[in-house]
Each structure stands twice: as C-alpha cells, then as structure tokens.
C-alpha cells in the first residue's frame, strides 16, 4: 500500500507543478502585455512574424549579457520603479 500512497503524493506534486506553471505563464504573459501596451507596441499594426523576429533580439540582448558573468550589473532590471534604462520618458498614445 505504501507504494500506491507514494504514486498519488507523485501524482498530487504533478498537478501542483501544472498549476504553478500555468499561473507563472499567465503573470509572465500579463507583465509583457502591459509593457507593450505601456509603450505603444499593442496599438500598432505589426505582423506576428516580426513581433516574433523583435522578441528573438532582444532575448539574443539579453542572454548575451547573462553570459558575461556576475561582473557587472544584472542583465535584467527587476522590480526598478522606473522600469529600466529608457522607460522614464512616456509616449504619447493620442494619435
């Protein structure tokens, strides 16, 4: 009995990791839409092959900077107030 306990507590983990994968997805979708909603990109006419083609760069960026090593500052400026290098000024979304 003890082998099938063991198999349901394996199976309950599962399940608990599915859960916290798919409510990780959604916060990382939902952070990324409001910065693209922040910065215009959401309101323009742009083909899902060349959003596609932007995101690849800037994670190419960014990994690049992870492979440098611990010297230097964070490749990723997490919880800034301001939202990182070049987020301080604000566009206009009126057009």
């Known amino acids: 009995m003890a082998t099938k306990s063991a198999i349901l507590d394996i199976d309950a ?3 608990k990791l ?3 994968k798919k ?3 959604v916060k990382s979708a ?3 839409a409001r910065a693209a909603t922040k910065s215009g990109l959401a309101e323009m006419e742009i083909a899902d092959e060349e959003v596609d ?5 800037i994670a ?4 690049k900077g992870e492979k ?3 010297g230097g500052s964070p490749a990723s400026p997490r919880g800034q107030a301001n939202g990182g290098a070049g987020a301080a000024t604000e566009v ?3 057009s």
Not at 53 to 57: A, N, P, T, V
């Open 13 to 15: 983990q599962i399940e």
């Open 18 to 20: 599915r859960e916290r």
């Open 23 to 25: 409510t990780l997805i």
């Open 30 to 32: 939902d952070r990324f």
């Open 53 to 57: 083609r932007i995101f690849e760069e």
């Open 60 to 63: 190419a960026r960014f990994r």
């Open 68 to 70: 440098k090593g611990s």
């Open 92 to 94: 206009p979304h009126d």
